[in-house]
């Protein structure tokens, strides 16, 4: 198979082989605001004291600034850092998966998750000093029901403000753990927010200003399977507007049934990331010169480089998550089988898809059907579409990775642990490993699991509406960085949008919406690949491309509208640098906060 840091040279596919690959013409100008009036301050808003004076003391601020001695100092760690990552390889057992704990919400709808530190053993018999959400890296897997009433007590035991953000979760802006809501070492908090949109596979991470990535990094992330076992009947949107993702219905019943979705046995969580690790344990930061952020020569699955998963089930669901900073993966299986794709970031599709490869860029998921042969077999990444990069082994489109292994064993994976209400990170985490050997349990291929021709109804999308247009060059979208004291979009819910996202660069982008998921109208004027059709929340942005996406916001009956969401590009450090800004929902006229204490405007 290789070594963990390369299975030899990746060719990028040229321009003349990708569809609608081509150049943009008369562009918007990309400092024009996302609906063509002048974006407005947020009443309220508090100018804070670290950025009064002439110096913004940010990362931003300190690439921008034009001193060369300020520029060598800042630099001087990075280029040192550079030289001293030792990747992890592959071996003949490798590491068992693990499989985080689920963490289940008491029977009165109450759950409990703890930011803190702690040390995880990346390289064998060596210390990291690392974060995670109830243990010491990463975090349980978080199941709740649709239509179900829920209280998150939330704590920070971390030596820095946090916040806890439900990545493709509608909720209230008060409930959605953005930059707005600070959550300062030692305290806790209690949000309560009620899911109501098709189950899917969603995740929660923190949304802290200017520090995500360097959180995220340090292992907050963690996964949330929104079900809906109570068959929740969807609301219906007000006569003569459109509906949202809220009035979606869920997996058709014979779907639900069908797929394989006993957790950690063959329904499987994969939380994919790069990491950058010292041979004394050091977690380093950001590549120097890379325009994508950090791009780690050691790929982990749920926190474990090496991953081996064995099995006694033929065909497995695997529920992938591209949880790194910058890299995009080009997963595929390594014997040359097919993927079968059967859900997207908020949820199923209409039907499976067959793909031999599936790019995922920064916080995009995929759920597919692996069949596992006895001789088993890998879940690799090669080849990544990223579209025309101007420097493809720059932004890590060469690279490739052996991210899980998977092998056929006598007896069937141990399920993970589950608490109620609380749980632990994948530190302690059951491993998903039996014995080895050639039995089999369950169906013996896709095709016998007797999946319906549909999977999930979904609603066509109303191409019409307000339109805006999102332009992303450098750090900055529409010529303009993100201002916690201002407001760039007012939007309405049940009021159909179409926006227009461009990446003016030439290298990758992508774009993130809060309280959202879309559905994707075009990509370069050509329609989404099936794969890519069904609800999304994230979308990759082609360099040099436009694509075009269909939006309507919910309406939440506990929400007055007058604080803001977010959308930017999930590229942590382009977000952390300023690519970001900010939309209301329902806001009543000169009603809008932006702003938090300790956290005011770049």
């Known amino acids: 198979m290789g070594g963990m840091t390369s299975l030899g040279p990746a060719a990028v596919p040229g321009p003349a082989a990708r569809s609608g690959g081509t150049a943009l013409s008369g562009l918007a100008d990309p400092t024009s605001p996302v609906d063509g009036t002048a974006p407005t301050k947020a009443t309220g808003a508090t100018t804070h004291a670290r950025h009064t004076g002439s110096v913004v003391l940010s990362r931003r601020g300190l690439l921008r600034a034009g001193s060369a001695l300020l520029a060598a100092t800042a630099l001087t760690p990075v280029l040192a850092a550079c030289a001293s990552e030792t990747p992890v390889g592959l071996t003949e057992d490798g590491r068992a998966l693990p499989i985080p704990p689920l963490l289940e919400p008491d029977a009165d709808g109450r759950f409990e998750l703890t930011a803190m530190t702690g040390t995880t053993e990346f390289l064998p018999g060596v210390a990291s000093d690392t974060w995670g959400y109830n243990g010491a890296h990463l975090g349980p897997t978080l199941r709740l029901a649709r239509g179900r009433s829920y209280e998150a007590v939330l704590t920070n035991d971390t030596d820095e403000d946090t916040t806890f953000h439900w990545h493709g979760l509608l909720v209230p802006a008060h409930a959605d753990g953005g930059p707005h809501h600070p ?21 929660y991470h923190p949304h802290p200003h200017e520090k995500t990535s360097d959180q995220v990094r340090r292992g907050l992330a963690g996964m949330i399977l929104l079900e809906d076992p109570d068959e929740h009947a969807p609301g219906t949107a007000p006569e003569g507007s459109a509906p949202s993702a809220a009035e979606a219905p869920s997996a058709l019943p014979a779907a639900r049934t069908a797929l394989p979705h006993e957790y950690g046995v063959d329904d499987i969580p994969v939380i994919i990331q790069d990491l950058r690790v010292t041979e004394d344990g050091e977690l380093l930061g950001h590549n120097f010169g890379s325009d994508v952020g950090m791009l780690g020569e050691t790929v982990l699955a749920n926190g474990a480089p090496d991953a081996v998963l064995t099995t006694d089930r033929a065909v497995l669901r695997l529920r992938l998550l591209n949880g ?31 793909v031999a490869s599936v790019t ?10 692996v069949e596992v042969p006895e001789a088993g077999v890998a879940l690799v990444s090669r080849s990544p579409d990223l579209g025309n990069v101007a420097d493809p082994e720059g932004v890590g489109g060469t690279d490739e990775f052996t991210i899980l292994r998977i092998r056929r064993g006598a007896e069937g994976a141990a399920s993970a642990g589950t608490a109620e209400g609380h749980g632990g990170g994948s530190s302690a985490a059951t491993s998903a490993n039996g014995s080895a050997g050639t039995a089999t349990t369950g169906p013996a291929s896709i095709s016998a699991l007797g999946l319906p021709a549909v999977l999930a109804e979904l609603p066509e999308p109303v191409d019409g509406g307000q339109q805006r247009s999102f332009n992303l060059r450098g750090r900055q979208i529409n010529g303009a960085s993100m201002d916690m004291e201002r407001i760039d979009a007012a939007m309405s819910s049940h009021a159909p949008e179409v926006w227009l996202l461009t990446n003016l660069d030439s290298a990758p982008h992508n774009f993130h919406v809060h309280n959202a998921q879309f559905r994707i109208l075009d990509v370069a004027g050509q329609a989404p690949a099936p794969e890519f059709a069904g609800w999304k929340d994230t979308v990759y ?6 694509v075009r996406i269909a939006v309507v916001m919910p309406h939440h009956e506990d929400d007055d ?25 329902d806001a009543a006229a000169g009603s809008a906060q932006a702003g938090s204490a300790g956290h005011g405007g770049h």
């Not at 009620?194 to 995740?203: I, R």
């Not at 977010?566 to 900010?582: A, N, V």
Request: charged share 15%; proline share 10%; with cysteine.
């Open 360 to 369: 995922l860029s920064p916080a995009e998921r995929a759920e597919v059907l």
């Open 561 to 585: 509208g007058s604080l803001p969401y977010m959308y930017h590009c999930h590229l942590m450090l382009h977000e952390d640098d300023g690519m970001m800004g900010q939309f209301t929902v």
């Open 183 to 203: 959550l300062e070492p030692g305290a806790s908090q209690t949000i309560a927010f009620t899911p109501d949109q098709p189950s899917a596979t969603l995740w």
């Open 541 to 546: 942005l082609r360099p040099q491309e436009a």
């Open 324 to 354: 790194s900073l910058g890299r995009s993966y080009g997963l595929q299986l390594d014997s040359g089988d097919p993927l079968t794709v059967i859900g997207s970031d908020g949820g199923l599709l209409p039907e499976p898809v067959e």
